[in-house]
């Protein structure tokens, strides 16, 4: 199971979403007329197909606004349907996956790894380069078997902290 615990919760308005029941639950948070919108997923495994068609569905009849943060057990094991299902998520939204999905983030009980634990994030100033998204996963003893935690910090991407401006982006004509 995943949760995303914030390190900052400002003032607002908050509403709570279950998109899924039990699987995947939404938290729009609106301050100041700018909504973001959280996910914790958690992909039971056999069950991936169903959860993601359910997942689509909720969001096709009310989109995600805002920012957007993803996070969970995603148990992809390279089913080709849940993969293009998944595929279909990340382009129709905008997502970017920040999490490497090479890097192993679950050990099974016969000492296998596997990259189980995906971040995906739709944020624009990510995809400019404003903001940048370190991610880091804890590590699990040698004999401990289950999910590692992930770790992501967002922070402005400053060139020059001396005068504390955005990088400056123009057009090409």
């Not at 401990?144 to 005068?163: A, C, I, M, Q, T």
Request: charged share 20%; hydrophobic share 40%.
């Amino acid at each position: 199971m995943a949760l995303v615990v914030p390190s900052h919760w400002y003032p607002g308005t908050y509403e709570v979403v279950q998109l899924v029941p039990h699987y995947v639950l939404q938290v729009e948070r609106t301050m100041h007329s700018v909504t973001q919108t959280w996910v914790v997923a958690y992909l039971r495994p056999g069950e991936e197909k169903r959860i993601l068609r359910e997942w689509l569905e909720a969001w096709e009849r009310r989109p995600p606004r805002g920012p957007l943060v993803i996070a969970g057990d995603f148990n992809q094991a390279g089913q080709t349907q849940d993969v293009d299902l998944l595929n279909h998520l990340i382009a129709e939204y905008g997502l970017m996956e920040v999490t490497n999905p090479t890097v192993p983030t679950h050990r099974a009980s016969n000492g296998s790894l596997r990259a189980l634990d995906k971040v995906f994030v739709r944020d624009q100033a990510l995809s400019l380069g404003d903001v940048l998204a370190k991610v880091r996963i804890g590590f699990l003893g040698p004999n401990e078997v289950g999910h590692s935690p992930v770790f992501v910090k967002f922070r402005r991407n400053l060139h020059d902290p001396e005068d504390q401006q955005y990088p400056q982006y123009r057009a090409v004509p």
